[in-house]
């Protein structure tokens, strides 16, 4: 098992930054996938990206490319997700998520925080 804590959720104005971390801890996840997607009301939830943790590689979805990054600090077994220039439309719960290299689904999840950015 592995367990995920969100946090650094809260309202802001647009154009504001954020950082959002997920502590890990559980099982062993040296070759595991993390990642953060969010859910808008009344909407699916989403890729945001992800970073390997090992490697340290990221991907972005295409709304968030160059506005949002993604770490790892392995010595506080946290992952965060930097968010710049936030825009209203950034306003959701973001979810951490976790998955072995090379599982299709993610297996493991957090209990989100919610962003909620103004206008």
């Known amino acids: 098992q592995v367990q995920l804590v969100e946090s650094g959720g809260g309202s802001v104005q647009a154009g504001d930054s954020l950082r959002l971390s997920c502590t890990v801890s559980g099982r062993a996840y040296i070759r595991f996938i993390f990642g953060w997607s969010r859910q808008a009301p009344g909407e699916a939830r989403k890729h945001v990206g992800a970073i390997d943790w090992t490697e340290g590689s990221t991907n972005y979805a295409d709304s968030v490319q160059g506005r949002y990054t993604i770490s790892r600090d392995k010595s506080k077994d946290t992952v965060y997700l930097d968010m710049r220039g936030l825009r209203p439309e950034d306003t959701a719960v973001y979810f951490c998520?976790?998955?072995?290299?090379?599982?299709?689904?993610?297996?493991?999840w957090g209990q989100g925080t919610e962003v909620t950015v103004s206008a």
């Open positions: 998520a976790a998955k072995p290299r090379g599982a299709r689904l993610w297996e493991y």
